[in-house]
Each structure stands twice: as C-alpha cells, then as structure tokens.
C-alpha cells in the first residue's frame, strides 16, 4: 500500500429527481511509474493508480482504466443524473491490489 494516499470527492449534498449533478474527485497518490532510482540506487516499485470505478446506490455510473502516463494525484470530474436519494461509492484500485473507497450521499428533495 501506497503511503500518504487520500481519496478526495465533492458532490452536493441535495439535487432534484432527474438533475444532472457534476462530481469532482481528486487522490493524493505519488504515482510511481517504477522506473526511478532511489538514493542507493534501486529501482523505486511501480505503484500507480490504475483503476477508478463510480457506483450510485449500487449501479455503475463510470469506469475508468488509467495507464502508466496519468500524472501524479489524478482528478477525474464528471456528471451523473440522480434518480433517487442514495449512496455514490468511489473506488481507486493501485498496482499493488490495494483499494481506496470514499462515499458520499446525496438527497433528492
């Protein structure tokens, strides 16, 4: 597992039924491409962010796929419609099979 990686993610808190709401997600992540050296010489583990998946009250909303060349700290912004009040779950998945969630609610109202 990576040190120092936190997942960070702005949605509203309410919207009306149908609205499409913009959602903002950044992860603090060094994101090493394993081709660095350290200061003795060895080759630093690759450790990226390849995989992020969004979910509404258990329905996929997007998946992304990220390769070798995303940069440091990946922010992904996109829009989703919300039906119903609910649970959006955010997951991050690195190379090393470590997973980083975050879950934010939002109400229709």
Request: glycine share 8%.
């Amino acid at each position: 597992m990576a040190s120092g990686v936190k997942p960070r993610v702005k949605v509203p808190k309410k919207a009306s039924a149908g609205e499409a709401i913009t959602i903002k997600t950044l992860i603090s992540h060094k994101m090493e491409s394993g081709q660095r050296k350290d200061s003795d010489g060895n080759l630093i583990p690759r450790s990226i962010i390849n995989h992020f998946a969004c979910t509404f009250n258990g329905k996929s909303v997007i998946e992304v796929v990220l390769e070798p060349a995303i940069s440091t700290n990946p922010y992904i912004e996109f829009e989703a419609t919300v039906p119903e009040t609910g649970t959006f779950e955010f997951t991050w998945q690195d190379d090393d099979g470590s997973t980083y969630t975050e879950s934010k609610d939002i109400t229709v109202g």
